[in-house]
Structures are given as C-alpha cells and as structure tokens.
C-alpha cells in the first residue's frame, strides 16, 4: 500500500489559517454555552409564571415572570431532546404556571438558568432525565 502525501500550496495554507481563524471565535463560545461549564452544579427550582415561549432552535426557552417579578430565561433541551420530553410549542401557552427545575447561571446578575426538568399542572417534561437530582 502506498502512502501519498496530503501538500497543500502557500495560498491554500493560507486561505485555511484564515477561515480557521474565523471560524474558532465564532463556535468556541456556543459550544461552551450549549454545555454545562456555565452553570452552577446546584440545582434550583424557579416558580413562575410564562411570559413567552420560544421553539426555535438552537435550544428552546421560556421567558418566566417569578413572583418577585423578575423576567428569567430558562433554556430548555435541544429541539429533540424537549420534543422527546414531550413539551412542543403547543404544551404551554403565556399565563399559564410553571415550575422548573435546573441550574442557575454561574454570574448570578444573570436571571437564566438551564432546565432539565418542567412541571406544568403537575405533568412532569424531563428535558436531562439523567442530571435531575431530588433530595
């Protein structure tokens, strides 16, 4: 079997450290928001009522009003993972009472937290079945 060698020219090489350099900034920052790193290991349970919902990717969210009247955003599972929990756009609807449970955003100036359960008129949407702790 023989082996050639992968070569590219001055101008390609180039070309590649450039789109590397553009596109490095641009993915490090989502990846690191669509995983953990960012909030605290505790979980927390947040009751509210929904202002708004969205379902659009990259990750579902709430916006939800809590009784002190402070707006939170509360990401949801990716698109498969909230439509496997059951919880479509059509589930919930502004006004209705929520209770998530999740974690809370390391800067605590920050109203957002990242849910890995849902409670809605007591039904249950598990959207990280497998990180919900219950004492």
């Not at 969205?54 to 909230?82: E, I, Y």
Request: proline share 7%.
């Amino acid at each position: 079997m023989t082996h050639r060698s992968f070569r590219l020219s001055p101008s390609r090489r180039k070309l590649l450290s450039w789109s590397l350099a553009a596109v490095v900034p641009v993915v490090g920052p989502v990846l690191a928001h669509h995983g953990w790193s960012w909030a605290e290991g505790e979980q927390m349970e947040l009751k509210g009522t929904i202002r708004s919902i969205s379902m659009a990717p990259p990750h579902p969210m709430l916006m939800v009003t809590a009784a002190d009247g402070k707006v939170w955003q509360v990401d949801l599972g990716n698109p498969n993972q909230t439509e496997r929990s059951g919880f479509t756009g059509a589930t919930a609807k502004p006004g209705d009472a929520v209770t998530a449970i999740g974690n809370r955003h390391l800067d605590k100036t920050k109203a957002h937290m990242k849910a890995v359960r849902i409670v809605l008129a007591g039904k249950n949407y598990d959207m990280y079945p497998e990180r919900i702790r219950t004492n």
